[in-house]
């Protein structure tokens, strides 16, 4: 039997010539029967060329050629959300998002503010007042699926570890769970907040809400921050 292949139409960027992050997170978590799986990007996901994913023991690998763009895993996820936002409060705290002054991929599925309603998420994430280190915002479910969901609680994240102050940082692993997908048209929460960092690593936690507070989906993350020009690497 020939491996599955799957292949990340131009629509679902994050940077302008690869895939958005959460989105490709879920394609590839697709292939790990577990409750909760942990995906690792190790290169940026190519677009609009046929990916082959490989799966052996538990673990799926997506491949381009010989190299290795992410793998999948199984995983504990032991992470709590902080408290409900509310969708009005979502909605308020949308309204300061920092991506629409500056955004270092304003063509992003998920959070650029340059794609049109009906084209990309459009999920703007901003600072919730009273909730310190917390962002939110609204998102009226559509195109529901597994990796649209894994996208939707994608882009919170970096946005609470703030991103926007530290260049073209991009996602480099994501765990996640889906509880619940929710309902074609249903009104939701995604929020993110900040767990610690450890040198160019940032660490979040983003989660999406139903209206009524519940917890539809969760995840954990860590954001790479660029390199510095002309830092020196050293093993």
């Not at 958005?20 to 697709?30: D, I, K, P, R």
């Not at 046929?50 to 997506?62: I, T, Y």
Request: charged fraction near 20%.
């Amino acid at each position: 039997m020939s491996n599955p292949i799957i292949f990340i139409p131009r629509r679902f960027r994050g940077p302008a010539e690869s895939g958005n992050g959460g989105y490709v997170c879920g394609l590839l978590a697709a292939f790990v029967e577990a409750d909760a799986v942990e995906v690792t990007l190790r290169q940026p996901p190519p677009l609009d060329r046929p990916l082959v994913v490989a799966v052996e023991h538990g673990r799926a690998r997506l491949l381009d050629g010989e190299f290795l763009v992410a793998e999948a895993v199984t995983a504990d996820l032991a992470l709590e959300a902080p408290a409900a936002i509310s969708w009005d409060d979502a909605l308020a705290a949308s309204a300061d998002y920092v991506g629409f002054d500056e955004h270092a991929f304003p063509e992003c599925f998920v959070c650029g503010p340059a794609r049109e309603a009906g084209d990309g998420l459009r999920i703007f994430a901003g600072p919730v007042v009273g909730a310190e280190g917390v962002v939110a915002a609204p998102w009226i479910a559509s195109e529901v699926s597994p990796e649209i969901v894994w996208a939707a609680i994608d882009c919170p994240g970096a946005f609470a570890v703030g991103v926007s102050a530290r260049g073209e940082t991009v996602l480099g692993r994501m765990t996640a769970r889906i509880f619940r997908l929710p309902g074609e048209g249903e009104r939701c929460v995604s929020i993110g907040w900040t767990v610690g960092e450890d040198g160019r690593k940032l660490y979040a936690g983003t989660a999406l809400l139903s209206e009524a507070g519940d917890v539809l989906a969760l995840a954990r993350q860590t954001w790479i921050v660029p390199r510095p020009a002309g830092e020196e690497i050293t093993s």
